[in-house]
């Protein structure tokens, strides 16, 4: 016996989960469907960098839009998500990349995007103090902060669920198929039936678009995170550098995260990462260079999560240029946590009205694929 | 004085260098094969020939003379070509069979055809009332100073719980003329019922008169309490007393000393980091690498040996580390092999060696009470997580150890679960009314033991370093 819902969302990572829950907001009975379970990869697994700082442009606007969910966080889901806003910072460590910064700043300034702003020295430091005295200024964007991503990915999918979205994790969604105007998806020995169909996939999705006749360019790949013993509070902001991989937040509990996009090797279909130490030995000398409080810390443990990686670093987002009903939301390539509440939102938009005031179209798969609907 | 390893390419690399480690280095290293043994202590013997070629206990009585056959084997591995460091501690091992080791403060890495794990056992985290205070320690950790250093209390002392452990550290204890006020047995009754039709082999194996003439040993000098049901350690800031039950009647003692102990379960780190597949074990109540008969895991390459394998003490972890050794000498040279002792003889020699273990595993099944602790007993160290933290978490949705990170950052210390691990899966599984197996265990990973930022710091870089991408 086929279950008819409202919209069948496949993937529970915070994206999925997000979509589910404003689906439920708006009034529909969604089905979610998580192969693992809800935040298993990276949505669980990253940073937790909530930033809209150094972001491609395209995106921006589904960006401040994020922010906007993200400062009432608590008021959504019942969860503060340890949501917290220091700011996040960009540090330009020679004269050359501040001069990167100033024209990034003027740039984003004519787009009339105000959210970044250019920082010399004193304010660097005044942020920042512990960051090395010979780096000349930056970029801050003071709304931006940072969240437990396992934490808030959890709070989206159980609040979801409260709502009155069914949801189904430890079964992968299989048998994917369009019939009579409706999108059917077994789960296990179940089968359910929708008009839409939201591909959430996370690193699986690229394979679900493809089946569907919507190659994209898209790779898997498991950005590497350490985190270290707990050691006195020195930093509130996250830390990002201009020219290097790094990344750097110190938490409540004084363990200190360290990442910044190196790396591991993913073995996708065993849910496996194996690390390259060599590239994190790379992050560890650069906070050691950047941060002397940090040289005695321990590297407690280190991980990385498995997602998909767009070719030209941009998510693909919207609905299908071939199918009716079908809707994407993957490829956040490597900065997709940020942009899961708001994206959410603006998907749940797309399918009850059929368009949204935040403006996505760069994002859309038709950049690959010509409209054929 | 730290001393890297010779060569990035080795064979086999053996982990650990306890029983099933020394043998295993030793048989691999006579085939002539380039072998590595790394150990993270300063003198090889593991826990069980802890501090054999340095200890200052020489009365050879004291420490029994099962002790001693560890200088055999200590004896048979320097005869031979193996390299061996020590106070070496391993912190990565992948399944490429890419090993990271951390010697002397600095790090490197080496690269091995086979890897035979022997790292050991753990004692069974005892998670009691008042089991964090100061003057509460597990029996292992008394045994590790009266080992290295001779050392035995002597403040008042209450040893608790059960096993043959206990009683060798009694009774070690008592030679040494150490303290014992007390000894409290948690041992349950109807265990006695239960590992009778399993009595045979016991009584048949070497275990039974030792651990008989030993328990009388002990039982002659210090008063023995059976049949404890319940057991809590307090004190302000510090242990004072120890108050348990026995046959339905409460009693409390003053005490500065509590030893815990009630076994010890495999020590699955560095395995389970390497992605080898595990299973609860429904008799030693504990995760178990899935292995075959020659110890080969689930990872290609990635051997394990010894208590690591499964609980079965040391003479078993001598012959299974003479297994997987001879086994990838079978893989790498084969004719090589021919020179060792046969597969055929050596799995005879496991049989007797493992004989009795079910019997010892019965009777000193830990009771459910003081392996699933309530209310505000603390289960996880690290983070003081208590038993009702860990259950209201999952009556509003966690619903496994790793899920319950998000929730509690439970496993997500210093100890990556070691003092927690097994509670939180138990007392999880009891809470949703499924299997352990169906529960799960916290995904672990590398730096299987913490390292310094500036070591990792000082590690050789790879090219691909200097990228104008930030992202978070």
């Given amino acids: ?373 | 004085m730290s001393v890297a390893p010779k060569r990035e390419d080795y064979d086999v690399v053996v982990i650990g260098a306890g029983p099933a480690g020394l043998a295993a280095a030793a048989t691999s290293a006579e085939a002539g094969l380039a072998t590595l043994l790394l150990d993270e202590n300063i003198g090889p013997g593991g826990q069980v020939f802890r501090a054999i070629s340095s200890t200052p206990v020489t009365d050879r009585n004291q420490l029994g003379t099962d002790y001693w056959v560890g200088a055999d084997l200590v004896q048979a591995l320097r005869a031979g070509n193996a390299e061996v460091i020590h106070r070496a501690t391993v912190w990565s091992l992948d399944r490429n069979l890419d090993i990271a080791v951390s010697i002397g403060g600095a790090s490197a890495f080496v690269k091995a055809k086979r890897v035979i794990l022997a790292t050991g056992a753990l004692e069974r985290p005892f998670p009691i009332p008042g089991w964090t205070l100061p003057g509460v320690m597990t029996a292992g950790a008394a045994q590790t100073m009266l080992k290295s250093s001779a050392l035995v209390p002597d403040g008042r002392t209450v040893i608790a719980g059960q096993g043959p452990l206990l009683w060798l550290l009694a009774a070690q204890i008592l030679r040494l003329g150490g303290r014992i006020d007390r000894i409290l047995d948690t041992t349950e009754r109807g265990n006695y019922v239960a590992a009778l039709p399993h009595a045979f082999a016991f009584l048949t194996s070497p275990y039974f008169t030792k651990g008989l003439s030993m328990m009388r040993e002990v039982k002659a000098k210090v008063q023995v309490v059976s049949g404890i049901t319940e057991l809590a350690a307090s004190g302000d800031g510090q242990l004072a007393s120890v108050s348990y039950v026995a046959g339905g009647k409460r009693e409390t003692i003053p005490a500065d000393l509590l030893l815990l102990h009630q076994g010890v379960v495999p020590n699955v780190n560095l395995a389970m980091a390497a992605g080898v597949e595990h299973r609860w074990d429904d008799l030693q109540l504990c995760w178990s690498p899935v292995l075959d008969a020659s110890g080969s895991s689930s990872v290609a390459g990635i051997a394990i040996a010894g208590d690591g394998a499964g609980i079965g003490g040391a003479n078993a972890a001598v012959v299974r580390g003479r297994i997987a050794a001879r086994a990838a000498v079978e893989a790498l040279t084969p004719a090589a092999a021919a020179k060792l002792p046969a597969m055929a003889t050596l799995r005879s020699d496991l049989a007797k060696a493992e004989r009795g273990r079910v019997f010892l595993d019965t009777l000193f099944r830990p009771a459910p009470q003081f392996r699933i602790p309530a209310g505000d007993t603390i289960v996880c160290r690290c983070e003081e997580v208590t038993a009702k933290d860990v259950l209201d978490s999952v009556a509003i949705g966690a619903t496994g150890p790793n899920q319950l990170k998000a929730y509690r950052r439970t496993g997500m210390g210093p100890c990556q679960g070691r003092l927690c691990g097994l509670t939180v899966t138990e007392l999880m599984a009891q809470a949703r009314g499924k299997t352990p197996q169906e529960i799960g265990y916290y995904r672990l990973r590398a730096p299987v033991k913490p390292i310094t930022l500036a070591e990792l710091a000082a590690v050789p870089k790879s090219e691909d370093d200097v990228k104008a991408v930030v992202r978070g």
């Avoid at chain 1, 016996?1 to 409202?6: A, C, I, W």
């Avoid at chain 1, 906070?287 to 693909?316: Q, T």
């Fill in chain 1, 1 to 373: 016996m086929t279950l008819n819902v409202d919209a069948i969302v496949i993937g529970g990572g915070i994206h999925g989960c997000s979509t589910a829950l404003h689906l439920c907001l708006a009034g529909l009975k969604p089905l979610l469907i998580e192969k693992d379970y809800a935040g298993r990869h990276a949505s669980g697994v990253n940073a937790g960098g909530v930033r809209q700082l150094a972001r491609h442009i395209p995106e921006i606007p589904l960006s401040i839009r994020s922010m906007g969910i993200w400062e009432k966080i608590s008021d959504l889901l019942d969860d503060d998500c340890s949501f917290e806003s220091y700011g996040q910072v960009l540090v330009a460590e020679s004269e050359e990349e501040l001069a990167v910064c100033r024209a990034r700043v003027a740039e984003l300034n004519a787009l009339g995007f105000t959210h970044e702003e250019l920082i010399d020295a004193a304010e660097l430091r005044r942020l920042v103090p512990a960051v090395a005295e010979t780096c000349p200024g930056g970029v801050v964007s003071r709304r931006d902060g940072a969240a437990n991503p396992a934490q808030t990915t959890t709070a989206f999918r159980r609040k979801a669920e409260q709502l009155g979205a069914t949801v189904r994790e430890g079964v992968a969604a299989s048998n994917i198929r369009h019939r009579e105007g409706l999108w059917h998806v077994d789960v296990g020995p179940e089968s359910f039936a929708a008009p839409v169909l939201v591909n959430a996939a996370g690193a699986w999705a690229g394979k679900i678009a493809a089946d569907l006749g919507e190659p994209v360019p898209v790779e898997t790949v498991a950005p590497m995170l350490m985190i270290t013993s707990r050691v006195p509070h020195f930093i509130d902001p996250v830390v990002i550098l201009r020219g290097r991989k790094l990344s750097f937040k110190q938490f409540k509990n004084g363990t200190v995260l360290i990442g910044g996009g190196h790396l591991a090797t993913p073995y996708q279909d065993r849910n496996e990462t194996v690390l390259d130490w060599k590239s994190l030995a790379t992050s560890a000398q650069t906070v050691f260079e950047l941060f002397p409080v940090m040289r005695s810390a321990a590297i407690v443990r280190a991980w990385a999560g498995i997602e998909a990686k767009m070719k030209d670093d941009i998510p693909v987002f919207g609905p299908s240029s071939r199918h009716k009903g079908l809707y994407h939301q993957f490829g956040f390539s490597l900065h997709g946590f940020q942009l899961g509440p708001g994206a959410g939102a603006v998907m749940a938009e797309l399918i009850v009205n059929g368009g949204s005031q935040t403006r996505i179209s760069e994002l859309g798969i038709d950049r690959f694929h010509p409209i054929t609907l």
